[in-house]
């Protein structure tokens, strides 16, 4: 039976399988990611939302919708600035985002991102960026720069098909998103083995991440209860991750009181199913 294994080499991996080859385990290394690294994402996904405030003397509002986007962003390393700063360049090839609030799309602009105690944004190509935008660009220059959150997902020991292991928290923080820091956040991946894509060999693995918390102040708290589920396909003889899919739900109740007037109740629900699929520049080195 197959049996692989991938471990944290700076933001790589390595990949070993064997057992059904009748070989000692074959090591395939991934270089790590580096200035000139060019990387181009595609994703594409759904999210429908409902919200209820209830509470205090006003009636109760409550709204629901969906948002859907697909995009097509070229992310590439640029080396750091004077003061060592990490920086990246974000090239959107295509971009579309629909909401009830109307379409935005960041198409056509080129930026470049810096991160320091927070990140800097400077547009070198396009028109200059509106609040919405800015804040999409953000959230997608975070994703790119960001420690390798898959790394947490993957076994630090040899796994047949079938086995399973738990994940890092990290991990389920980053994919679930903003669940807060009192949230416990958990979870189990398994290999479900390899399949020949293309004569390339992929290995797949599946995961279950969740977090699930409460935080309480003096007149206020707050719960979080989230989870989601999905796919990484990791090409073998590299070491790259091809793509990922997943579906979750998320649920925040929060519960604020005034001084003098009554509690307000804010429930928010969501549904989300997104997936990317990462195509690498001739001769560009890492995984993601």
């Known amino acids: 039976m197959a049996k692989f294994v991938a471990r944290a080499i700076g933001i790589g991996l390595v990949l070993a399988l064997g057992g059904a080859r009748g070989q000692e385990a074959l090591e395939f290394r991934a270089p790590a990611w580096g200035p000139g690294t060019s990387v181009v994402a595609a994703l594409e996904g759904k999210v429908e939302y409902a919200f209820l405030k209830s509470g205090g003397e006003a009636e109760a509002e409550e709204n629901s919708g969906e948002e859907t986007w697909q995009r097509k962003i070229r992310f590439r390393l640029l080396d750091p600035d004077t003061e060592g700063r990490a ?3 974000l090239v959107y090839l295509e971009d579309g985002v629909e909401s009830v609030a109307g379409k935005t799309s960041l198409a056509g602009r080129t930026v ?3 991160r320091g105690e927070a990140f800097s944004l400077e547009v070198t190509a396009g ?3 509106g609040e919405v935008e800015r804040h999409q660009a953000l959230a997608d220059a975070a994703r790119f720069l960001a420690p390798d959150v898959h790394q947490g997902l993957f076994p630090d020991r040899p796994v047949s098909a079938g086995d399973s292991w738990k ?3 990290e991990a389920a923080r980053a994919i679930l998103g903003d669940v807060g820091p009192a949230a416990e956040a958990k979870g189990e ?3 479900a083995g390899v399949e020949t894509e293309g004569g390339r060999e992929i290995a797949v693995f599946a995961f279950q991440v969740s ?3 409460e935080e309480k102040g003096d007149a206020d708290s707050s719960k979080t209860d989230a989870w989601a ?3 990484i396909r990791v090409e073998i003889a590299t070491g790259r991750i091809l793509s990922w899919d997943s ?3 998320s649920e925040e109740e929060d519960r604020v009181r005034g001084e003098e007037g009554p509690e307000i109740v804010l429930r928010s629900e969501r549904d989300e199913r997104s997936s990317c699929r990462y195509e690498y520049a001739q001769g560009s080195s890492g995984n993601r």
């Open 167 to 169: 994940t890092l928290p």
């Open 87 to 89: 920086r990246i360049e």
């Open 189 to 191: 991946a398994t290999f």
């Open 211 to 213: 977090a699930e918390g």
């Open 127 to 129: 028109e200059p960026l």
């Open 229 to 231: 589920q999905g796919e």
């Open 247 to 249: 579906t979750g739900r």
């Open 112 to 114: 470049v991102a810096t």
